[in-house]
């Protein structure tokens, strides 16, 4: 097959002026080339698409392709990783992962969660802070854990995220909401530990690749799996393939959540235990990282002696057959 690349790269935009908590969720050359790589070992052509505005330009010019692997996220909106499989979908390009109609709920942790809560799956009791109005609204009790409502890559959390006070609640909020101009979410403090699920597959196909526990030393800088952390993992993060009951009831959990959403062909589903050491949806990656040296779902394949090329491969497996079906 012919198979198109669109992403966004990260010194592109640096180049632009952007700054590096801007583009904290695009990828490095080092993630495209990659894919590429591993893409041309099992047989493919490709070729560089990149954002969305050259895929508007190359489709205007009559360029198209057999499939597109698509891993953009987008600059501007809570739709932005719904943009390039709209147009795509406009084009009638199949294309691997999810629909824009899962990629713009799931982008939006807040309306995630309602659905996920709707559908009988344990999560976290939450409230969305649209604006400094809805602060003093919340009745959580504290430690309450605070995040942007739309933001990826563990932006915006870090040490100040998990709150004991209303007055730190408040500036933490208020910060959250000029800094990323976007509602903020709030939950209710999960104590317990945290894993991330691998899955592939769409909807009955889907099936668990693998969950590993995510274990932050205690002489971290930051006790969050944040931006900071995922960025800088090595002697500060241990991760441990999970096994045995926990594992099968976290696999419920991921599984439930992810055929619910609608997710496809690949991704994770993050998860905490509560206090009483059930497993609570936190959040999905429709649009998993795909570094292979250090991003999440690649290390549970490797947990597995996996290669980086056989994960390439099922996505697009998956993908294909989703296609064929159709």
Request: with cysteine; hydrophobic share 40%; net charge negative.
């Amino acid at each position: 097959m012919l198979i198109g690349l669109t992403y966004d790269l990260k010194d592109e935009y640096l180049a632009q002026g952007f700054t590096a908590d801007e583009v904290a969720e695009f990828d490095s050359e080092e993630t495209i080339s990659g894919i590429e790589k591993a893409l041309q070992e099992l047989g493919h052509q490709t070729t560089r698409i990149g954002h969305l505005r050259n895929l508007v330009k190359l489709l205007d010019s009559g360029e198209k392709w057999d499939l597109v692997f698509n891993i953009c996220e987008g600059m501007y909106g809570l739709g932005r990783e719904a943009q390039v499989p709209a147009v795509l979908d406009a084009w009638n390009i199949p294309y691997t992962f999810s629909d824009p109609l899962v990629l713009a709920l799931t982008l939006h942790k807040g309306l995630t969660k309602r659905v996920i809560r709707d559908a009988k799956i344990p999560t976290a009791d939450f409230f969305i802070i649209n604006d400094e109005t809805d602060i003093p609204k919340c009745h959580l009790s504290f430690p309450v854990f605070i995040k942007p409502v739309a933001e990826g890559s563990g932006k915006g959390i870090g040490k100040n995220s998990l709150t004991h006070d209303f007055e730190t609640f408040k500036n933490e909020c208020i910060h959250l909401l000029q800094t990323y101009n976007q509602p903020v979410l709030a939950e209710s403090y999960l104590p317990g530990r945290e894993f991330t699920a691998g899955i592939i597959g769409s909807g009955s196909d889907a099936r668990i690749a693998g969950i590993m526990e995510v274990l932050i030393h205690a002489d971290a800088e930051e006790t969050a799996y944040s931006r900071f952390i995922k960025e800088n993992y090595e002697g500060r993060v241990e991760y441990q393939l999970l096994s045995g009951s926990d594992y099968e009831a976290c696999a419920k959990v991921a599984l439930d959540a992810w055929k619910v959403l609608g997710c496809r062909d690949a991704g994770r589903i993050d998860l905490k235990m509560d206090e009483h050491g059930v497993p609570c949806f936190i959040e999905v990656n429709p649009l998993a990282g795909l570094n292979y040296l250090h991003s999440d779902l690649p290390i549970i394949m490797y947990l597995q002696r996996k290669t980086y090329t056989e994960l390439i491969a099922e996505i697009l497996n998956s993908a294909v057959k989703r296609l064929r079906t159709k």
